[in-house]
Nanobody, 113 residues
Framework: QVQLAESGGGWVQAGGSLRLSCVAS????????MSWYRQSPGKERELVAS????EYSNSVKGRFTISRDNAKNAVYLEMNNLKPEDTAVYYC??????????WGQGIQVTVSS
């Protein structure tokens, strides 16, 4: 079955760094568009970054880096210079096909001031 297993979240002080990992299984990983989204209470879920056509939201440009390792079926999000406004639940996302999307369970990232 399709699964996206997220890890690497947690608590960090402002200015610190975290690295999120998402290990995929149950589908052919290479060639699939992978993304990280995030959602904080009261806000819409927003796209943070995607790959292979690397794109970033303006709020994270220069601070976050998305990468992938197809041999490991993994996508990563390196988050540097974290800010309190980065606090959110982060979701790994796979575009399985034009009409099929799959979401991870989400992982909490909390940035304290």
């Amino acid at each position: 079955q399709v699964q996206l297993a997220e890890s690497g979240g947690g608590w960090v002080q402002a200015g610190g760094s975290l690295r999120l990992s998402c290990v995929a299984s149950g589908f052919t990983f290479s060639g699939k568009v992978m993304s990280w989204y995030r959602q904080s209470p009261g806000k819409e879920r927003e796209l943070v970054a995607s790959i292979p056509a690397t794109e970033y939201s303006n709020s994270v440009k220069g601070r976050f880096t998305i990468s992938r390792d197809n041999a490991k079926n993994a996508v990563y999000l390196e988050m540097n210079n974290l800010k309190p406004e980065d606090t959110a639940v982060y979701y790994c996302h796979a575009r399985l096909s034009l009409s099929s999307d799959f979401w991870g369970q989400g992982i909490q990232v909390t940035v304290s001031s």
